[in-house]
């Protein structure tokens, strides 16, 4: 099924409509993602890959919301989400329940690596952090991998959203 945003405003899915759809092994942590722009966008982004899941961490506004409805073009309704206190419990509780989940925050870290270098394996854990102060220190220590993206020019960062994209993307093109 595809629907094009006007059909995803207006459509209220089934549950056996989201039962059908296949899933990736991809988890998307959002660690006190202040924007609420940038969570629905996110939403959008977790429904382009098929991921099975978004989790809501710590300040991070949760649906229903009205402008993670209106950024996220109702996708809330179709990608299954979750909220945890902190991002730690979110990825110790996923580590709990999934063998050999591969956590990887996107950061710009003395540890992290180029993020189209590394070998993304599923399951998988992706870690976006708040807009000023990034991921945690105290995920950055349980992440097994830290990605990060060049920058060429002045600015310092991308948008959390953007950098998550390009990182799914690069995911999605591991067999």
Known sequence: MKLRAFELRTTLPKIEDIEKIKKNEIYIILDNVLDTYNVGAIFRLADAVAAKKVILCGQTETPPNTRIKKASINTTEWVQWEYAETAISAIQNLKFKIQNLNVVAIEQNSNSMPYDKVDYRFP????????????????????????????????????????????????????
């Open 124 to 175: 998988i854990a992706l870690v976006v952090g708040n807009e000023t102060s990034g991921v945690s220190k105290e995920v950055l220590e349980i992440a097994d991998q830290i990605v990060e993206l060049p920058m060429w020019g002045v600015n310092v960062s991308l948008n959390v959203m953007v950098c998550l994209g390009i990182v799914l993307y690069e995911v999605m093109k591991k067999p």
